[in-house]
């Protein structure tokens, strides 16, 4: 289309100022979205990409474009860079862009818009990630005259600021913040609307400014004046696509307070369901979802069906994921936000279901997992120096996973061995390819060891989980118990491989986790398996260790961010305890989940946030297994 031109201006280089080291990646990110037909349909061959360029370089992209060639329909112009609001002006600030001089020396917004307004397109948008770029504000007045604008077709103009007048422009992940959020809402992931064809900068100004506004790091501001009929930033990719499935949760609904909870409260899910193929966080899933399960508290029937719909229809785009667990995580995820509402027997029954179908999907899942290891011994392997970190991790989620199906057949009084037999499986390849990796690396392992170990013990595999646990505790005692927390920053994992290898004790609260939670595991594991006495030798290499672990009260909140009550067991070895016999002795006694079904189903939870642990299955799996078999 003649009709639409780009100029994308991203200066890292300049001769007088400091250096940036992200504006050009943001300036070409945005060419290379918009000057796609399918994305912004801008004309390429009146379109301008300019890295580091001169002012003089600028002003003569603009005169070609704005002055050359029939008239325009719609102006984009993005800039990432320098800026600074001077002297009642905010000034762009190019690569020969002076300090003192920027007047005369950097591109005026005042001057810019003087510009646009004698070309006149019909709409233009202007999009500015740089320190003090709310600062455009001075520079409106060009613009706000009457003989400029408010007479019918005279030019609309749409500005989106990405930081206060007071506040820097923050570069991270390799581009601006702001810049980047504006991607994901060009690119779609992030939903807006599925109403239009096309979006405005007004729209996407909005979801951005909602975005970096709750990082706290800067606030963009979007102003939208005189727009003139219907406005064209980009096209809308939810528009007509098969984004549509979502929306068939909406369809049905015989009443009509209940149709509005849940089309008041979808908007939210677009997100996750957009980017669940690529980015799954199964915290802000549960987060979003929360505030329509607790509308419908009172209608379970309701909540039960609208809880179906959200885990098929996420589940069916899940499964386009190269994550073999991603839709096992999602309708693990929807299992869990049934658990507040689990004093209905409905909910009790549609969780048992949940459960078995569950733990069916993780069979086939560690079906293809041995047949992937035996197709290519290192089929889990990423590669990398990374591998080092997240590998042991890796493993033990999928030991974890594979003694939830141990543990869900026996607690639903159905046959173990095929689920057993997978674990054993697993075991094998992990043996014969990985031993060296059964490493206790992070606390986020201790849910899934505690569920394979006590799976272990259920199914008899003792000489398994004697190898899994002593290859563990052995590395447990060469980093001096430091092992990472649960909510590891992931850019410091050289930093945490390269301590813990050379002065693990000098690991502060920052990279390792005081009090561990994943140690402490293993010592009451040890019990299960006779290794206890063994384990005690090595106590005095973690002298003064603390150990936690948190004992929930009330499994129906066990899903949640902020779990109440229940009780926090704290030790510190050689200071409470000296042998393990001591530490079961000193163990206090809390009940567990009192249904089968709410047990399982907080073992999920305990797999997906592993920042809480089953610690139910060491206490009282027989009990477990009793209830069930009266409730079924």
Not at 8 to 24: F, K, P, R
Not at 466 to 484: D, N, P, Y
Request: proline letters at 4%; charged letters at 20%.
């Amino acid at each position: 289309m003649s009709g639409r031109a780009l100029l994308a201006i991203g200066c890292n280089a300049y001769d007088h100022l400091n250096s940036l080291s992200c504006a050009e990646a943001d300036a070409d990110a945005l060419f290379g979205l918009l000057i796609e037909p399918s994305i912004g349909d801008y004309d390429g061959a009146r379109s301008r990409l300019l890295l580091s360029p001169t002012l003089q370089d600028v002003r003569a992209a603009l005169a070609t474009m704005l002055f050359e060639g029939e008239a325009l329909d719609t102006l984009t112009i993005t800039f990432a860079g320098h800026g600074a609001a001077s002297s009642g002006s905010f000034y762009m600030a190019l690569r020969d862009a002076r300090l003192n001089a920027l007047s005369a020396t950097a591109l005026s917004l005042a001057d810019l818009f003087r510009m646009i307004a004698e070309a006149a397109p019909k709409q233009t948008y202007l999009v500015i990630d740089a320190c003090q770029s709310g600062g455009l504000i001075s520079d409106l007045n060009v613009i706000l005259k009457s003989e400029v604008m408010g007479e019918f077709g005279t030019p609309g103009v749409t500005l989106l600021a990405t930081a206060a007048s007071n506040e820097t422009a923050i570069e991270t992940g390799g581009h601006g913040i702001g810049t980047a959020a504006l991607l994901d809402c060009i690119r779609g992931d992030v939903f807006l609307q599925d109403g239009n064809p096309a979006l405005d900068l007004v729209e996407i100004g909005r979801a951005v400014s909602e975005r970096v506004g709750a990082t706290g790091a800067q606030m963009p501001v979007v102003w939208g004046l005189n727009l003139y009929g219907p406005s064209s930033f980009c096209k809308n990719p939810h528009a007509g696509t098969g984004d549509a499935p979502l929306r068939s949760v909406l369809a049905g609904w015989p009443d009509a307070e209940t149709a509005a909870a849940i089309r008041e409260g979808l908007p939210r899910l677009w997100e996750p369901y957009v980017s669940v193929t690529t980015r799954w966080d199964p915290r802000e899933f549960l987060d979003r979802l929360a505030p329509m399960n607790d509308a419908l508290k009172d209608e379970p029937a309701v909540l039960l069906n609208l809880i179906q719909r959200v885990s098929e229809t996420f589940a069916a785009r899940a499964r386009a994921s190269q994550d073999r667990f991603r839709e096992i995580e999602v309708r693990a995820a929807c299992a869990v936000a049934l658990l507040p509402f689990c004093d209905e027997n409905t909910v009790i029954r549609t969780l048992s279901a949940q459960c078995i179908e569950i733990a069916e999907l993780v069979e086939l899942a560690i079906s293809d997992v041995v047949d992937a290891v035996d197709a290519y011994r290192y089929a889990l392997v990423t590669g990398g120096l990374g591998d080092l970190y997240h590998l042991p991790i890796r493993l033990s989620k999928l030991i974890g996973w594979a003694g939830f199906a141990v543990h869900t057949a026996r607690a639903m009084s159905r046959d173990t061995n095929l689920a057993a037999g997978k674990l054993a499986a697993l075991f094998d390849r992990i043996f014969d390819n990985y031993s060296l990796s059964l490493v206790a690396m992070s606390d986020c392992q201790a849910p899934y060891v505690i569920s394979a170990m006590t799976a272990c013990a259920a199914a008899g595999m003792t000489d398994a989980a004697e190898r899994v646990l002593g290859h563990m505790f052995a590395s447990t005692v060469a980093c001096a118990g430091r092992v990472a927390r649960c909510d590891f920053d992931g850019s410091k994992t050289l930093a945490y491989l390269v301590a813990r290898g050379n002065q693990p004790k000098q690991l502060t609260a920052e990279m390792a986790a005081q009090p561990t939670e994943l140690v402490l595991a293993l010592l009451r594991l040890s019990s299960l398996f006779d290794l206890a006495e063994e384990f005690d030798a090595s106590l005095s290499d973690l002298d003064h260790l603390p150990l936690n672990a948190y004992l929930a009260q009330d499994y129906r909140q066990f899903g949640q961010d902020h779990i109440m009550g229940g009780t926090n067991a704290v030790f510190v070895i050689g200071h409470d305890f000296w042998t393990i016999t001591k530490l079961d002795s000193a163990w206090p006694s809390l009940p567990g989940p009192d249904q089968p079904a709410v047990a399982m189903t907080a073992l999920l939870a305990s797999l997906l946030l592993p920042d809480r642990s089953p610690w139910f299955l060491l206490s009282a799996p027989s009990r477990i297994e009793a209830q069930t078999r009266q409730a079924i």
